[in-house]
């Protein structure tokens, strides 16, 4: 199995966030054609929220569960049974 490699895009309000997720959103496609995966966040923004609480190891609101196991199943890729 190939090595993985996960970044995680934080900061602090006003600092930018919002732009570069927004952008990570718009050019999924492209980027998942250069091997980048961006998560769906089911936000309009492309925030992931949910994601940084699971990491975080905070609740997650129900309306966010599926976008943080979403990732995680990427992460951890396919089980052997799979």
Known sequence: ???RVCYVHIGPHKTGTTSI???LKENRAELLKHGYFVPESG???GAH???A???CRQP???HQKLAAAH???FIIGPRPHE
């Open 1 to 3: 199995m190939a090595k």
């Open 60 to 62: 997650v609101w129900r």
């Open 49 to 51: 929220h949910a994601i």
């Open 53 to 55: 609480r699971k990491l």
């Open 21 to 23: 997720q927004w952008f």
């Open 43 to 45: 936000t309009n923004r």
């Open 71 to 73: 990732l995680f199943r």
